[in-house]
T-cell receptor, first 113, second 113 residues
Framework: TQLLEQSPQFLSIQEGENLTVYCNSS?????LQWYRQEPGEGPVLLVT?????EVKKLKRLTFQFGDARKDSSLHITAAQPGDTGLYLC?????????????FGKGTHLIIQP | GAVVSQHPSRVICKSGTSVKIECRSL??????MFWYRQFPKQSLMLMAT?????????EQGVEKDKFLINHASLTLSTLTVTSAHPEDSSFYIC?????????FGPGTRLLVL
């Protein structure tokens, strides 16, 4: 069974600070996706990373896929209250799209004004 | 725009009854769809893979006779929770793959009294 260890599980910081969320596994994933989920809604895709060492930026969010495709990180610069939410990383077991995703436990992020 | 829809968004039922949840692909023919379950404050857990025209594949520990999946067309998969019990109360979310990215429906909140 492939597992994704996501940390931290809970994080509360002040507006303007930076933060990093980590997602680690002993297994290789064909791709890794980051989602954000609001209460009572389905996860919304933020980014998909596919290539080892890949870095993608989405405004103040920077996503990195490890060289060995076993880990990933999400870095938020100058966090804002609107960033508050549940962030989920999820790995795909195969590249063919026939498999479901393995999710990390999620990071509950609170940005205090 | 939305890629996946679910119906109903919320359902309350009595213990012992069955509940059907629909998952529709809005603009894409999906031979494979996925069903996840999410308990409060927890992450998503893959329940089963729904395959158009063939039997669903269930994850370990998920009872196939309790969670009936039908994928009769390329745009519709249904999940029926049979003889529901209070412990089945959860947030059920479906998804599908487009390329290397998995898109999620808005979820169905099930409450079994």
């Amino acid at each position: 069974t492939q597992l994704l260890e996501q940390s931290p599980q809970f994080l509360s910081i002040q507006e303007g600070e930076n933060l990093t969320v980590y997602c680690n596994s002993s297994s290789v994933f064909s791709s890794l996706q980051w989602y954000r989920q609001e209460p009572g809604e389905g996860p919304v895709l933020l980014v998909t990373v596919v290539t080892g060492g890949e870095v993608k930026k989405l405004k103040r969010l920077t996503f990195q896929f490890g060289d060995a495709r076993k880990d990933s990180s999400l870095h938020i610069t100058a966090a804002q209250p609107g960033d508050t939410g549940l962030y989920l990383c999820a790995g795909a077991r195969s590249g063919g799209g026939a498999d479901g995703l393995t999710f990390g436990k999620g990071t509950h992020l609170i940005i205090q004004p | 725009g939305a890629v996946v829809s679910q119906h109903p968004s919320r359902v309350i039922c009595k213990s012992g009854t069955s509940v059907k949840i629909e998952c529709r692909s809005l603009d894409f023919q999906a031979t494979t769809m996925f069903w996840y379950r999410q308990f409060p404050k927890q992450s998503l857990m893959l329940m089963a893979t729904s395959n158009e025209g063939s039997k669903a594949t269930y994850e370990q520990g998920v009872e196939k006779d309790k969670f009936l999946i039908n994928h009769a067309s390329l745009t519709l998969s249904t999940l029926t929770v049979t003889s529901a019990h209070p412990e089945d109360s959860s947030f059920y979310i479906c998804s599908l793959n487009r390329g290397k990215t998995q898109y999620f429906g808005p979820g169905t909140r099930l409450l079994v009294l």
